[in-house]
């Protein structure tokens, strides 16, 4: 099915192709102050004052403001580096940046307005550094934190010395073990955290924050185009916000320790591990998914939980064979760790999404009983609607086509992957496939422009474009600049867009050039 001129693909390749969309309003482009797109902010870069800017770390941003009243609009322009997540009065309200690079830092522009209230109101943000442990997609300059308000009266919230900030020495990271799975392992570390050492509640308005720091000042923010140093060079995010949608493990395949049942599945019963014990639970999501698990736990000072992630069980030859099937079989995987600290209600959630379809928690408690109160994860991925549809009295073939947009979605989210558990990269062979289905499917074409512009802003002197982009570690395959090439020619008979296109044939003809000089030497 396809309403437009989108070039004719095989029915097996469709079939490469999840469920819900949630996602977060964001302002029309009219009510952005234009300003901020050719002239220096006047928020400046923030960092912890006495960290070294290179080095893993996770830090914590709060400011307080005043309100006479609630505004009808509140917009404000946010980003990080590495990564950040924002809260206003206790909320989570925007996650980013989207991924790119330096000379092309993305920043988001939401409106807080609805999460605002009379009186006191705080701005809070976790941001992290994964330091040398960073995934190969990401790319980086120093940590900080940049948050400018939009007009007069939202600059109030600007980042400046007005704003404190802590280091949380909770986290440690987990380095994934590549010898374990014996595959190349590149999404970043898993989260060690200490809860006594954790600062619950930091994001809300009643924290005591008077022992928190006054920031480090970077320099002001600057919009591409502007100065000639080395500092991130500002863009406008060009996609929307990644859908978030709660769900819940469908099974417990294996339980020692302790019998949860179904209530304790669905969210409608708690979990008791008694003191002095261990418990292990093998939760089966029913499908691979990409989400956030969040566990929130009460009491059970010193219990320790380990989570491992994985798509598949191993088999004493460690072969994963049916997915389904879990006997005599072992999980081996990426990992987190959380010990619960003497706070009555603490959550572990891992600052970057994880994949799996099995998880497998090992809980041990010291000389007190661990309650777990809630256990979900938060599925996010890029909010593509499935607008076509497929029919066949084949029910297996129907099956096919679920299961092939089940995989585009896990594998669409700030960029394209290759796949979500190992690598997240997002490779021009593999982008082009899916930018095809996407077109077809959804209708929705901003990742492919994302991707096509990625790819053109990787290309390097000599004409080529990088095999994968975003990409801290170069890498060139020669023909996946030719299918580069590929898909801006797709875009081209999807759209009629030449204000787009146009700027792009530099780029084909010095991939040509590249081509050609080969073909030249050779004769």
Not at 119 to 139: D, H, R, S, T
Not at 172 to 178: F, K, S
Request: aromatic residues 14%.
């Amino acid at each position: 099915m396809r309403k437009k001129s989108f070039p004719l693909i095989p029915v097996f390749i469709m079939i490469f192709i999840l469920t819900r969309l949630q996602c977060y309003s964001q302002p029309n482009k009219n009510e952005i102050d234009p300003f901020y797109f050719n002239n220096y902010w006047s928020a400046s870069w923030i960092t912890h004052p006495t960290s070294n800017l290179k080095d893993y770390g996770v830090y914590h941003f709060r400011k307080s403001i005043e309100l006479a009243a609630v505004p009808e609009k509140f917009i404000i322009h946010v980003t990080a580096d590495n990564r950040y997540r924002l809260f206003v009065n206790g909320i989570p309200v925007c996650f980013g940046p989207a991924w790119g690079d330096v000379k092309h830092w993305n920043y988001e522009t939401i409106d807080v307005a609805a999460f605002l209230k009379p009186g006191k109101n705080l701005f809070a943000a976790v941001v992290w550094n994964f330091g040398e442990l960073l995934p190969i997609a990401q790319m980086t300059r120093a940590t900080g934190f940049l948050l400018q308000g939009n007009s007069e009266q939202e600059k109030i919230v600007n980042t400046d010395k007005t704003w404190k900030v802590i280091k949380n020495e909770a986290y440690t990271a987990i380095p994934p073990d590549h010898s374990l799975l014996q595959s190349y392992i590149v999404v970043g570390p898993g989260d060690r955290v200490e809860g006594d050492l954790y600062p619950w509640n930091w994001q809300e308005s009643e924290y005591n924050d008077s022992g928190w720091l006054s920031p480090r000042m970077l320099g002001n923010g600057r919009p591409k185009g502007m100065g000639t140093g080395t500092e991130w060079d500002l863009v406008p995010r060009d996609i929307p916000f990644m859908e978030e949608t709660v769900q819940r493990f469908m099974s417990v395949r294996k339980a020692e320790g302790c019998i949860p049942g179904d209530l304790f599945l669905n969210g409608k019963e708690n979990l008791e591990i008694p003191a002095n014990s261990t418990a292990v639970l093998l939760l089966d999501q029913g499908f691979n998914t990409v989400a956030y698990p969040e566990i929130s736990v009460s009491g059970g000072k010193g219990s320790s939980i380990e989570l491992i992630y994985a798509e598949a069980l191993f088999d004493s030859n460690n072969v994963k064979g049916n997915r389904n099937e879990i006997e005599g079989k072992k999980i081996k995987g990426l990992s987190d760790s959380f010990i619960a600290g003497s706070g009555v209600k603490q959550m572990f959630r891992p600052l970057w999404f994880r994949t799996f379809r099995y998880v497998e928690f090992t809980i041990k408690t010291s000389d007190k009983p661990l309650t777990i109160t809630n256990l979900q994860s938060v599925f996010t991925a890029y909010p593509f609607q499935e607008k076509a549809s497929f029919a066949c009295n084949d029910p297996e073939i129907s099956k096919i086509w679920e299961v092939g947009w089940r995989t585009l979605r896990l594998c669409s989210n700030e960029t394209h992957y290759d796949c979500p558990y190992y690598e997240q990269l997002q490779y021009v062979g593999d982008t082009r496939i899916q930018c095809l289905i996407a077109g077809y499917v959804s209708g929705d074409d901003l990742l492919t422009r994302q991707a096509i512009l990625a790819f053109e802003r990787s290309r390097f002197y000599e004409g080529l474009t990088c095999s994968r982009y975003p990409s801290n570690d170069m890498q060139v395959i020669p023909p996946f600049s030719l299918y580069w090439t590929n898909m801006i020619h797709d875009y081209w008979m999807f759209r009629n867009d030449t204000a787009f296109i146009k700027p792009l044939l530099f780029g084909i003809e010095g991939v040509m050039n590249w081509y050609e000089s080969y073909l030249e030497f050779q004769s």
